[in-house]
């Protein structure tokens, strides 16, 4: 089946800090997407990406979809604590919303 | 806020017993999906459904597991005699009867089984 291969697992940076998570796979999707989960909570999806090459910002994060389709990117600029959680990549491979998703990176912010 | 509600939060069961977890999708939204999450691992698809059908059950296990999506009242995740590798977070996600599928979920809080 299709997979994900998320990096880093998990990160542990300074308040202030740029941080660069990635995603990829031997497939091609349709849709990337960027979620982050909270402890104890569902994802929340922060962006998405519909064509290949597209880059988009939502605030700090920057997210890009790979010029093959099989890739893409998050960036945070700045970061503070508030940015601590689990952001997870997931792909669309088309038809209904059946995501395949990536193990996710860790992040903690410290202040 | 009527966002994607799952019940209960928390759940704990002995093995062999059952488990039942519902969801109720976002306002004017009718496709639901099922999705677990094992500890330090991301999401898995488990089974999509609309309103009294099951579309897409690809991801349940075969035996113990079921899924159902009433005409009336929440959907129904449900798990018999349950065991210890049941022991997950179960999320419910919606997305809107649109013919576009975007990829775009809206999960709710999740419902976290522990099995002793």
């Known amino acids: 089946g299709q997979q994900l291969n998320q990096s880093p697992q998990s990160m542990f940076i300074q308040e202030g800090e740029d941080v660069s998570m990635n995603c990829t796979s031997s497939?091609?999707?349709?849709?990337w997407l960027w979620y982050k989960q909270d402890p104890g909570e569902g994802p929340v999806l922060l962006i998405a990406l519909y064509k290949a090459g597209e880059l988009t910002s939502n605030g700090r994060l920057t997210a890009q979809f790979g010029i093959t389709r099989k890739d893409s990117f998050l960036n945070i600029s700045a970061s503070i604590p508030s940015d601590v959680g689990i952001y997870f990549c997931a792909g669309h491979p088309g038809g209904y919303n059946k995501l395949i998703f990536g193990a996710g990176t860790r992040l903690a912010v410290h202040p | 806020n009527a966002g994607v509600m799952q019940n209960p939060r928390h759940l704990v069961r002995r093995r062999g017993q059952e488990a039942r977890l519902r969801c109720s999708p976002m306002k004017g939204h009718s496709h639901v999906y099922w999705y677990r999450q094992l500890p330090e691992e991301g999401l898995k698809f488990m089974v999509y459904?609309?309103?009294?059908?099951?579309?897409?059950e690809s991801g349940m296990p075969k035996e113990r597991f079921s899924a159902e999506f009433p005409k009336e009242g929440p959907s129904i995740l449900r798990i018999q005699q349950v065991v210890r590798g049941d022991s997950a977070a179960y999320f419910c996600?919606?997305?809107?009867?649109?013919?576009?599928?975007?990829?775009?979920?809206?999960f709710g809080e999740g419902s976290r089984l522990t099995v002793l």
């Open positions: 996600a919606s997305s809107p009867p649109t013919g576009e599928n975007t990829g775009e979920l809206f």
């Open positions: 459904l609309q309103k009294e059908n099951i579309i897409d």
């Open positions: 497939s091609i999707f349709n849709t």
